[in-house]
């Protein structure tokens, strides 16, 4: 599974809704769940964005239906990030570098 932070602003009538109905914020992460994407952290967020969550989906595919979906509610605005865990980018660009890398002959490798 794929690992996505999806940063949410609500709109006017998003901040309505939680406002009247804070429950609701956990009712989405159940209608996520039915289509097949794992909330793994929830923060609620001060400052630009009103909540960050980590999420895993199957694909790319999936978390554009969340985006669509969500969005199309007219609630939240949301941004989607595609997220690498930083172990995986280092042995990424440890195998890039190792391909790159012209062998040495022998003997030239010795300090001089």
Known sequence: MAVYILLSR???????????RPGRI????????GIGVRVIEQYATLGRYDFVN????????????VSVDLCSRGTVEL???????????????NRTRTKK????????????
């Open 10 to 20: 609500l709109t006017p009538e998003g901040r309505k809704t939680v406002k009247e």
């Open 54 to 65: 980590i999420v895993e989906a199957p694909d790319n595919e999936t978390i554009g239906k």
């Open 79 to 93: 941004i989607t990030l595609p997220a690498v865990s930083v172990e995986s980018l280092v042995e990424s660009l």
């Open 26 to 33: 956990k009712e989405v992460d159940k209608e996520l769940e």
């Open 101 to 112: 890398m012209p062998p040495v002959p022998s003997g030239e490798d010795k300090d001089v």
